[in-house]
Nanobody, 124 residues
Framework: QVQLVESGGGSVQAGGSLRLSCVFS????????MAWFRQAPGKEREGVAG???????RYMESLKDRFTISQDKGKTTVYLQLNSLKPEDTAMYYC??????????????????WGRGTQVTVSS
């Protein structure tokens, strides 16, 4: 049974930074593609970044210059560093896990394990 627990969200001013963490509990971390999604009110959930066990990364093209995904395999923890935050980055950020290959495009329907989310609010 996989459990994902996010932390690190908060309220920041535009231009600020946050570091989100997602702890993976369960067995077989090495078999999973890990990803971050976000969902703003009234909008669809969108894939922000993903990381495979070989540390290969995938990003939403428009965010790759400001957001960085990484992982600590020993701690089975995935991080998302958010820099130069903008008000439009305001959303609930979710950690997700998918057993198997980490596709270049991140679609929520491909992921079966989800955390409860951590809120990121950016004020202007």
């Amino acid at each position: 049974q996989v459990q994902l627990v996010e932390s690190g969200g908060g309220s920041v001013q535009a231009g600020g930074s946050l570091r989100l963490s997602c702890v993976f509990s369960g067995s077989g971390y090495e078999h999973y593609c890990m990803a971050w999604f976000r969902q703003a009110p009234g909008k669809e959930r969108e894939g922000v970044a993903g990381i495979a066990i070989d540390d290969g990364t995938r990003y939403m093209e428009s965010l790759k210059d400001r957001f960085t995904i990484s992982q600590d395999k020993g701690k089975t923890t995935v991080y998302l560093q958010l820099n130069s935050l903008k008000p439009e980055d305001t959303a609930m950020y979710y950690c997700a896990a998918r057993r198997g290959y980490c596709y270049r495009m991140l679609y929520a329907n491909d992921f079966s394990n989800w955390g409860r989310g951590t809120q990121v609010t950016v004020s202007s």
